[in-house]
């Protein structure tokens, strides 16, 4: 079963089945800026864990990895950075470069950051605690999965 969330409108799939970018609603006032996302109306899954990837080398890379069950939203919370997303089959690229914009990506997507600012901060969460075992971390054996998938 595919989620959708409650707030329609909100959200551009990518060419890659299943992954979603997020513009998150803002509020401005006078003392500064809030975005915010809450768990069945923008979240598709209620997160386990966080973690935030930050002080990025030049030519570095993130990520390069599927997960066989886990969900994330990642979200570059100050500077930008790019996401290349693979399911298999179809290949997309997105720059997230505003806080306010989130990027849900399901189990089964290889996914890679990379060309992050040098004050990128890039916020992650996971429907899952941390397992390695749950990490597929070579691609032939992402692609082998993938294509079972779809099968």
């Known amino acids: 079963m595919e989620w959708a969330p409650r707030n329609e409108g909100l959200y551009i799939d990518s060419k890659v089945t299943g992954v979603r970018l997020f513009d998150l609603p803002v509020i401005r006032d006078s003392r500064g800026s809030l975005s915010f996302a809450e768990y069945d109306q923008t979240l598709p899954f209620l997160p386990r864990r966080y973690f935030v990837v930050f002080d990025v080398g030049e030519g570095q890379t993130r990520g390069n990895h599927a997960h066989r069950t886990a969900h994330q939203l990642l979200a570059c919370v100050k500077g930008s950075c790019l996401v290349d997303l693979d399911n298999g089959q179809t290949r997309d690229e997105i720059r997230l470069d505003r806080p306010e914009l989130a990027l849900y990506v399901p189990p089964k997507i290889w996914a890679t950051q990379k060309e992050f600012s040098r004050d990128g901060v890039l916020l992650v969460l996971a429907s899952e605690g941390y397992d390695p075992d749950e990490y597929i971390k ?11 998938c779809d099968r």
């Not at 070579?138 to 079972?148: H, K, Q, S, T």
Request: hydrophobic share 35%; charged share 45%; aromatic share 18%.
């Open 138 to 148: 070579d691609y032939d054996e992402f692609l082998r999965i993938a294509n079972e």
